[in-house]
């Protein structure tokens, strides 16, 4: 330890505090079933005013409600991103398998024309084209659905 930085010894320090400990349990799941209820109640928050101010921007940059965005963070999800940009993401995402997908029908075509039983070896690369474009496909279908989805949660300005 005497080659180590103050710095480095607060960091280890803080982590081990921070680590788990073994007679640590979960939290209680009791109030996580009323998390998704309809009732709605009000909470005020008290915030510095840059913290105010911080909240404000990321919600605009996300596109939702404080409510939504600060639910988001106490359930411990990843703070929400730009909706518009998710969506465009993963409309890109999707339309680019899309094109691999077409190449790799396009090739197992291409394949097919070989005569059958030829090579035992390119027998099994068919069969694993074919699996992995068919897997594709499903996830094109899944993927559609949600870019569908979440541009109809889209929030109205």
């Known amino acids: ?3 180590m930085t103050p710095a480095a010894l607060v960091r280890q320090a803080v ?3 921070l ?3 073994s007679g640590d349990q979960k939290p209680d799941p009791k109030p996580l079933k009323y998390v998704r209820e309809e009732q709605v109640v009000k909470v005020t928050l008290r915030l510095s005013a840059g913290h105010a101010a911080l909240m404000n921007y990321q919600v605009r940059i996300a596109n939702v409600s404080k409510s939504i ?3 988001a963070l106490i359930e411990g999800a990843p703070p929400p991103r730009n909706h518009a940009q ?3 993401a993963l409309q890109a995402s999707t339309n680019r398998l899309a094109v691999i997908s077409t190449d790799l029908s ?3 075509r291409i394949l097919h024309m070989v ?6 070896e390119l ?3 068919q069969a694993g084209i074919k699996t992995l474009n068919q897997d594709i496909r499903r996830h094109l279908d899944t993927a559609s659905a949600l870019v569908a989805e979440l541009r109809a949660t889209r929030r109205t300005k």
């Not at 005569?115 to 035992?120: D, F, I, T, Y």
Request: positive net charge; without cysteine.
């Open 15 to 17: 982590l081990a505090y």
């Open 69 to 71: 965005y600060v639910a």
């Open 19 to 21: 680590a788990p400990k």
């Open 86 to 88: 998710a969506v465009a």
């Open 115 to 120: 005569k059958p039983g030829a090579s035992q």
């Open 1 to 3: 330890m005497n080659q």
């Open 106 to 108: 396009a090739f197992l």
């Open 123 to 125: 027998d099994r690369y």
